[in-house]
């Protein structure tokens, strides 16, 4: 009897370039928050409210990527080979003018913003030297993010892993030089992990184009022929995107207050909650790989006539997800310390963020379902279900953030228990909405 459901050795294949390419990608976040710990707690505090703009900025090209990666894996399943490249080549229209548009948004207007939050002077200046250099690589980024959509789409993800290889070698190599001062270069502090970021966005889309132009077979595809711009290509994806967009916007924008509502704690409570968040994106990892796997196999499914074994897709996957994250949750409490000290040598702030390792620690175990589940919702391509789930949860979120931090006045450590609250409500709405079975009727 046919069926849609991946084996376990297919789920692997399509997830584990893209957790290559995930890790690599957020070596680079954590040689960047290890060096500025090594330079001073207001540079590690301004890298995570800088980064963390930027980021929320970069996320409307990360959502308009998703839409196109689950706009290319739907031909894909339906065997369509040749409207992927139309596809893609349209995406690059959009992708250019949009990362021209926001360069433009963060250059000018980056630092007056984020004035009207940061109320340390300190972290203000460190964060606008940040952003001013940094947001020189948005254009390779959203490039980067055309060309990840294309391999996933198409399930060849291996070219990921190596780019990102790619990149993070060279982050950390430039991270060196630029934030220290070395082979003659002078010392720049939090504007050289800017730099150095900037570069090896540069290598990394270079490195698609050859791999692309030499490995992927574009006639099949049809692609890098670069018609004039259809508007209508572009606004099919755009309509799946669009609510990915706002959905990543707004996620990481209420990431941002949190850190926002840290900051006015004090510049301690910031530095720690970097380093939490600097090992919280590495630590989950394999679940950000197999939640981008199952967009493209719930879509891949859809598309080839499964799409009654979507439920049991993520089910098989959330077990994958489960078991992957139970290694690194009992490293976790059994060596706290050790995490910490990649991050900082200061004994005070060791301990201190200690207890926040605990904290996230269990989170980890709730984001290995809660993720995989809500990943499938947007795999339907009811991308505006899944910007309303992440709306009511992140209501919910922040209430709860409000009370702890402001009115409760709890230390940092329960104030990420947040967390908890997030992903549980993340998984219980998107795991409703899959067994209701609505999703089915969505024609792309």
Do not use: C
């Not at 990149?167 to 010392?187: E, R, T």
Request: without cysteine; glycine residues 6%; positive net charge.
């Amino acid at each position: 009897m046919k069926t849609g459901v991946p084996s376990y050795k297919k789920i692997w294949q399509v997830s584990h370039p893209i957790i290559l390419s995930l890790l690599a990608q957020n070596i680079i976040n954590v040689t960047d928050t290890a060096f500025l710990g090594r330079v001073g707690e207001v540079e590690l505090g301004a890298s995570a409210m800088a980064g963390l703009f930027y980021i929320a900025i970069f996320m409307l090209g990360f959502g308009f990527s998703t839409g196109t990666q689950i706009m290319i894996s739907r031909r894909n399943g339906e065997k369509s080979y040749d409207k992927v490249g139309l596809i893609f080549d349209q995406s690059a229209y959009f992708f250019l003018a949009l990362g021209f548009m926001l360069f433009l948004l963060i250059y000018f207007f980056g630092g007056p913003l984020l004035s009207l939050i940061v109320s340390s002077e300190n972290i203000m200046a460190a964060s606008e030297t940040y952003l001013k250099i940094r947001v020189f690589g948005i254009l390779f980024a959203f490039g980067n993010l055309a060309f990840r959509a294309l391999l996933v789409g198409v399930t060849q993800t291996k070219a990921l892993g190596y780019s990102a290889i790619v990149m993070a070698v060279s982050n950390v190599i430039l991270d060196y030089i630029f934030i220290f001062g070395h082979f003659g270069f002078p010392a720049m502090g939090i504007g050289g992990a800017a730099l150095a970021s900037v570069f090896a966005e540069l290598v990394s889309f270079i490195f698609f184009i050859i791999y692309s132009r030499l490995y992927i077979n574009s006639k099949k595809y049809s692609l890098f022929n670069f018609p004039k711009i259809d508007l209508k290509a572009i606004s099919q994806t755009l309509e799946i995107s669009v609510y990915v967009m706002a959905q990543y916007f707004i996620s990481v924008a209420t990431w941002f207050s949190f850190f926002a509502v840290i900051e006015h704690m004090g510049e301690r409570p910031l530095a720690i909650s970097n380093i939490i968040r600097s090992m919280y994106m590495v630590l989950v990892i394999p679940i950000m790989g197999l939640s981008t796997a199952t967009n493209t196999l719930v879509s891949n499914a859809i598309g080839a006539g499964y799409g009654n074994d979507v439920l049991k897709i993520i089910n098989k996957i959330v077990k994958v997800s489960l078991f992957s994250v139970l290694p690194i949750i009992a490293f976790m409490l059994a060596f706290p310390k050790f995490l910490v000290k990649i991050y900082t040598d200061s004994p005070e702030l060791i301990a201190e963020t200690i207890p926040s390792v605990y904290t996230i620690s269990i989170a980890i175990a709730i984001f290995a379902v809660a993720f995989i589940v809500f990943s499938g919702v947007s795999g339907t391509a009811n991308t505006k279900t899944a910007l309303v789930i992440e709306l009511i949860t992140l209501v919910i979120y922040l209430s709860y953030v409000y009370w702890v931090v402001i009115i409760r006045e709890w230390p940092v450590e329960l104030a990420w228990t947040s967390e908890y609250v997030y992903m549980f409500f993340l998984s219980l709405f998107s795991y409703w909405y899959i067994v209701s079975g609505k999703w089915k009727n969505k024609v792309v």
